[in-house]
């Protein structure tokens, strides 16, 4: 069982509260199951921790009720997101507009912050970083959307101009690892 931060949950929770109506939010409660629907329906702690499954079928519930398109919806979420956590942990590098310090100290804090795979980010220049992402199962493909919108975002926050994330492809990868390039001006 993987298991992933209750922090990455409230991403969900603050779009959905801010773009959906009471009717809109009922229904998409109503399609989770009823072991989901209680775990959402009460308090979910940043801090702890709680099953990957249950976060994949609630964005499979927000996609089906909203009936919206997975990529801009994931790329909303992904940077309403990054504009929140930036602000909240990583205020510093906003003022100093310093994206790799950004990234660097994001490397660090992952554990405490999503405690879901890993992440290893090599800079290669000033403006240019590999960053591999390895999770302990396959993802669904919203979560992927929302990670990279969240870091595309998250760096042009730092400073970054013209960020750029482009995934890497490789037939040696498993399927539960991504690595992509990111550059920025």
């Given at each position: ?70 990529q801009p919806l994931f790329q909303s ?53 590999t960053i591999i992402l390895e999770y302990p ?49």
């Amino acid at each position: 069982m993987s298991t992933i931060r209750g922090l990455v949950f409230h991403s969900r929770f603050h779009y959905v509260k801010q773009h959906l109506d009471y009717t809109t939010r009922r229904n998409i409660n109503e399609h989770l199951s009823e072991q989901v629907r209680n775990v959402v329906s009460e308090q979910v702690f940043p801090v702890n921790f709680y099953r990957f499954e249950m976060l994949q079928e609630l964005d499979n519930a927000i996609v089906t009720v909203t009936t919206a398109a997975e990529q801009p919806l994931f790329q909303s979420i992904g940077r309403e997101f990054a504009h929140a956590i930036v602000d909240r942990y990583f205020f510093n590098y906003t003022e100093a507009q310093k994206p790799q310090r950004f990234l660097a100290q994001f490397q660090r804090h992952y554990a405490r912050l999503w405690g879901f795979g890993q992440i290893d980010i090599r800079p290669e220049s000033t403006r240019k970083s590999t960053i591999i992402l390895e999770y302990p199962v396959s993802v669904h493909p919203a979560y992927h959307i929302f990670m990279t919108s969240f870091l595309t975002n998250a760096i042009a926050l730092c400073g970054g101009k013209s960020v750029q994330l482009n995934p890497v492809e490789s037939e040696d990868d498993p399927q539960e690892c991504r690595k992509y390039v990111t550059t920025w001006q």
